[in-house]
């Protein structure tokens, strides 16, 4: 399971079933900018929140279009996140513009993030308000992780696996994909961010996507890319408190409280953290002891 004890400021949280703040969401459901007619469905789905992307799900010549699109729905009704194209290509500066100020712009998701810089001129050209994630997907990326995590505008790191298989040769092996992994985890933590949001699993898989998601939250990532609203109720189950978690940390807090919050040895902080956190996590979530 997988807990973040740092607070980060309020953002909106799209208006669904049930509300997860941002900084602590598990399911990213990314979704193409040039796919109106699911956009709606997306936002009324399990995903805790909803990404449409005018990057790499569209092709370059269709991409001013989607731009369009998305902004048009966002100024209505919509509330969603937008992949935004990076910031060395033609499209990064007409994308920022567009989006700028819409009422249902939740934040944006920086592609291909290689320096601190880059986040924090995104932020700045959108008001100065909106949070940027910051999507690494290289070598580069990796090695300025931390940087890139104290920038200013920085809500959340995120790993573009497969642009960083490609850039790297690396395989796609649990043991190969630990090291960028850990790197983000911890970069994440030395810059006070949420934990971060893992790659998408690509397939229809159950039980790959269990494993990876599993995986993912072992290293300490708090949140995963999906591509598919099929794949929503397996990665918010993983990164969710288990009800025997919540059980166990309500007996422990109940515990604490009906001896006069007395601390009896060097275990009970961190086990009174740990069920404070399991507590608010499961509140989020809608989790219940069993």
Known sequence: MAIDDRPAPSTPAVSRR???????????????????????????????QVILDIEDAVDPAAKPAARSTVAAWLAGSGEAWVRVND?????????????????????????????????????HRLGGHTPVIALVESAVGIEEATSIAKAQGAFRLAFG?????????????TLAMA????????????????????????????????????????????????????????????????????????DFLDDFEARGRVIRDGSDLPRLGRAQKIQRLAQAFGVEAR
């Open 161 to 173: 696996s497969g642009d960083y298989r490609r850039d790297t040769g690396t395989s796609a092996d």
């Open 87 to 123: 910031v060395t290509t033609d499209f990064w500066e007409d994308d920022l513009e567009e989006l700028r100020g819409l009422p249902g712009l939740q934040g944006v998701m920086l592609a291909k993030t290689e320096s601190p810089a880059q986040v924090t001129d995104t932020w």
């Open 18 to 48: 049930r509300s997860v703040p941002a900084e602590i969401s598990r399911s990213w459901l990314l979704v193409a900018g040039t796919a109106e007619d699911r956009f709606d469905g997306a936002t009324r789905s399990r995903a805790d």
């Open 179 to 250: 090291y960028p992994r850990s790197r983000l985890v911890v970069a994440s933590r030395v810059g006070d961010l949420p934990g971060p949001i893992d790659g998408p699993t690509v397939g229809s898989s159950h039980p790959i996507l269990r494993e990876q998601s599993q995986v993912a939250v072992s290293l300490g990532l708090t949140g995963k890319l999906c591509l598919d609203t099929e794949q929503l109720p397996v990665i918010n189950e993983v990164i969710s408190p288990t009800p025997t978690d919540v059980a166990w940390a309500q």
